[in-house]
């Protein structure tokens, strides 16, 4: 015989959130390992003693975390989850009959809180790995990853202030404007020949000059049309200048064109995928057997990998006081300026050189650097002195005898220069060398090996689990938070593991 189910919902008094989840759940163990009560002191200051209680700054990291581990995409589909979730209910500590806080009451809480609470946040969940003895501090890996910004293509448009301030200056210059006053009828200001002169008005009292229109010019562009460098002042932990120079003839594509929908993100490429917005997301990760990521860091993704290095390892050094004995990297990383660094600091740069034989003409290694003559010696054994030096780019410039390079048999294969063939050498030669006589080493062979499954699967965690394929949040300060919370969240994971789970 067929059954049916009938639908009765009669009340159960007797029953609470208690008994129905079940007591070995994951969310009972993270509420009893994981106290969160530090974040009141944390958020403290973003609230006044007076006026209507808040939502529990707790809850709200609560939900954060909910979101992390259930790999949601939008704070509606949360709020639903924990609408139908006992055991996300009794988490947050709602009862079945409580009404759970309103989705846009988190953003605006985010909001409120800003950047360098969520930092915090994320340094807490880091010193309770180390805590527990999950961080080595004697090896650290440097890594980015690109992640597409929640932007459209399309929403691309040429910065109005390069295509409309000079138009709008001309249009608004003080010689169309005449000040009004109640016994002059005002003249309208309207374009007018540049050979054409216009006296002003005698006025019987002087009066105050009128502002220069030229400041009233940026109030009538968008507001999404920011200069360039405005998006670096909220890292103020990284050096990067806004007006830094760009190389050569190279104009970052960021200065032309603007998001409408995402100013800060910016043109991005990815192997075997069309150009899209993004940003770039930096990790710093310890040696250890946990892989605890120790920084975290978004950037626009014209900002070039290597460029927050330096900045995220004094950071780390200083906050979690590591004193770690080799840095790993990737060639995007291998700059002089970052070996530099390094190498004087004591850290071995264990990174792959770049390498600059890979041209039609005879690379920099056929080329013998003689110290005692200060002279590079060329195949032939012609002598290449020094020229020049560029202060700017740190380098000596050294150059061969036009004659004898013309006359030289190899110079198809060597240069097409009729003015002889030229090296650089460095400022920080010594040091590079330094770095290349590393990988001969074995340290150095594993170290490398280790760093393939160290810190890119951990971004591959990141985007296949937990959303970080597509910030889903706008703009530079709340893709760090979102990109914090992420590197919190899986911190959380390995501690933990760490912790018996």
């Known amino acids: 015989m067929m059954g049916t189910k009938a639908r009765l919902f009669t009340p159960v008094p007797s029953l609470s959130l208690e008994d129905l989840v079940p007591a070995d759940h994951f969310y009972r163990h993270l509420d009893h390992t994981l106290d969160l009560s530090f974040v009141r002191n944390l958020v403290k200051d973003c609230y006044s003693q007076g006026g209507r209680p808040s939502i529990d700054p707790v809850v709200f990291f609560k939900l954060q975390l909910v979101m992390f581990f259930e790999g949601l995409r939008s704070e509606r589909q949360l709020l639903r989850l924990a609408a139908d979730r006992l055991s996300v209910r009794w988490y947050l500590g709602f009862n079945l ?3 759970l806080p309103d989705h846009s009451s988190l953003t605006k809480i985010r909001q409120r809180l800003g950047l360098p609470l969520f930092r915090r946040f994320f340094e807490n969940i880091v010193q309770l790995c180390i805590d ?17 910004a929640n932007a459209a293509m399309d929403s691309l448009m ?8 000079g138009h709008l200056v001309d249009l608004f210059s003080p010689v169309c404007l005449v000040p009004a006053t109640p016994s002059t009828p005002s003249i309208p200001s309207t374009p007018v020949a540049s050979n054409v002169s216009i006296e002003p008005i005698a006025s019987a009292e002087p009066e105050a000059s009128p502002a220069l229109p030229q400041e009233k010019v940026p109030a009538l562009a968008p507001a999404l049309a920011p200069e360039p460098g405005s998006r670096w002042d909220l890292l103020e932990q990284c050096r990067l200048d806004p007006d830094r120079p760009a190389s050569g003839s190279y104009q970052r594509k960021s200065d032309r064109t603007i998001s409408t929908i995402d100013p800060d993100a910016v043109l991005m490429k990815t192997t075997g995928h069309k150009a899209s917005l993004g940003y770039h997301d930096h990790y710093v990760v310890d040696g250890g057997k946990a892989r605890i990521t120790l920084h975290a860091l978004v950037t626009p993704a014209d900002v070039m990998e290597n ?16 004193k770690p004995e080799r840095a790993v990297a990737d060639t995007t990383y291998a700059t002089a300026e970052n070996i530099r660094e390094l190498e004087k600091s004591g850290i071995r740069a264990y990174m792959p050189l770049a390498d600059w034989d890979r041209t039609p003409y005879y690379g920099p290694s056929r080329f013998i650097y003689d110290a005692e003559r200060d002279e590079y010696r060329c195949p032939q054994g012609e002598p290449l002195r020094r020229a020049a030096v560029k202060y700017t780019e740190r380098v000596w410039v050294y150059r061969a005898a036009p004659a004898s390079c013309n006359a030289c048999p190899l110079k198809a294969a060597c240069t097409s220069s009729a003015a002889g063939r030229i090296i650089h050498r460095s400022f920080d030669a010594e040091y590079i060398e330094r770095v290349r006589g590393y990988h001969s080493t074995a340290v150095y062979q594993k170290a490398m090996r280790k760093r393939k499954v160290w810190i890119e699967p951990l971004f591959g965690e990141a985007k296949q689990w937990h959303g970080m394929r597509q910030f889903r949040l706008r703009g530079l300060a709340n893709v760090n938070m979102e990109g914090l919370l992420i590197a919190a969240g899986q911190n959380l994971k390995r501690w933990l593991k760490g912790t018996d789970w």
């Open 97 to 99: 009959d409580e009404p």
């Open 132 to 148: 527990a003895g999950l961080v080595w501090g004697k090896e650290l890996f440097f890594d980015a990853t690109k992640v597409r």
């Open 158 to 165: 040429p910065r109005l202030r390069e295509v409309v301030d």
């Open 307 to 322: 460029e927050p290095m330096l900045d995220q390892l004094r950071r780390v050094r200083f906050r979690w006081k590591v």
